[in-house]
């Protein structure tokens, strides 16, 4: 694969180790490159666009402006920017928080390098990586927050609806097609429309807006 084929990911981490550690990971696997490291969001803010990124591996404690704070501003520097929490937190108040703020994925520091190598094509492919001790706790999170259900759900085929539990459920497409018999093409359709009339953009917000609505359970 070549260099413009590769997922580019810069890494906003506070800590040298990990920062470091990152980018030799990133760089030394085919189809990744490191675009750049930040010690802070005030350094990256400034100097993010020039490296052009698909995804950004964001840390929360960062000194300074915090990584939540931060991801609007990303977004606006970077629009198509793809954000993925990196922490060791996992307390209710951040993850609402950071997913609110526009993160496409949560993922703890402990997880493994070949999934987090993983997890950054996922979310580049559509995805919404979350660790799974997060993704039981966003379930409940939503579920305790959410208002009652307006209108959504009607407006959802039998189908998009299983489509779209199956995905909340933490499924990528890969996985979904598999459970539901079809091919990847068809679930990626089936998002597509899901997306369109939820009037989301990812299938992070898709998940958030589900849950919050209850529109699945």
Same mark, same amino acid.
């Given at each position: 694969?070549?260099?413009?084929?590769?997922?580019?990911?810069? +890494?906003? /981490? &506070?800590?040298?180790? %990990?920062?470091?550690? #990152?980018?030799?990971?990133?760089? *030394?696997?085919?189809?990744? =490159?490191?675009?750049?490291?930040?010690?802070?969001?005030?350094?990256?803010?400034?100097?993010?666009?020039?490296?052009?990124?698909?995804?950004?591996?964001?840390?929360?404690?960062?000194?300074?402006?915090?990584?939540?704070?931060?991801?609007?501003?990303?977004?606006?520097?970077?629009?198509?920017?793809?954000?993925?929490?990196?922490? +060791?937190? /996992? &307390?209710?108040?951040? %993850?609402?928080?950071? #997913?609110?703020?526009?993160?496409? *994925?949560?993922?703890?520091? =402990?997880?493994?390098?070949?999934?987090?190598?993983?997890?950054?094509?996922?979310?580049?492919?559509?995805?919404?990586?979350?660790?799974?001790?997060?993704?039981?706790?966003?379930?409940?999170?939503?579920?305790?927050?959410?208002?009652?259900?307006?209108?959504?759900?009607?407006?959802?085929?039998?189908?998009?609806?299983?489509?779209?539990?199956?995905?909340?459920?933490?499924?990528?497409?890969?996985?979904?097609?598999?459970?539901?018999?079809?091919?990847?093409?068809?679930?990626?359709?089936?998002?597509?429309?899901?997306?369109?009339?939820?009037?989301?953009?990812?299938?992070?917000?898709?998940?958030?807006?589900?849950?919050?609505?209850?529109?699945?359970?």
């Amino acid at each position: 694969m070549g260099d413009a084929d590769s997922v580019r990911v810069v +890494v906003i /981490e &506070d800590q040298r180790e %990990i920062r470091d550690g #990152l980018a030799v990971l990133i760089n *030394g696997t085919t189809g990744f =490159r490191c675009g750049g490291t930040f010690r802070s969001m005030e350094e990256a803010l400034p100097r993010i666009a020039a490296t052009d990124p698909d995804v950004a591996l964001v840390d929360i404690g960062l000194p300074g402006m915090s990584g939540i704070d931060g991801i609007p501003r990303l977004l606006e520097k970077c629009p198509g920017l793809l954000i993925l929490v990196l922490t +060791v937190f /996992e &307390d209710d108040e951040r %993850i609402f928080r950071a #997913l609110c703020a526009g993160a496409c *994925g949560y993922l703890l520091k =402990r997880i493994a390098p070949a999934k987090l190598l993983e997890s950054i094509r996922e979310v580049k492919n559509g995805g919404a990586p979350i660790s799974p001790e997060i993704a039981r706790r966003v379930v409940q999170l939503f579920r305790d927050f959410s208002p009652p259900a307006e209108l959504e759900e009607r407006r959802l085929s039998a189908q998009e609806l299983r489509v779209l539990q199956l995905l909340v459920e933490g499924h990528n497409y890969k996985t979904a097609a598999a459970e539901l018999g079809v091919t990847v093409n068809t679930i990626s359709f089936h998002t597509r429309q899901i997306f369109r009339k939820l009037h989301v953009h990812s299938k992070s917000e898709a998940v958030a807006k589900a849950l919050r609505a209850r529109i699945v359970t």
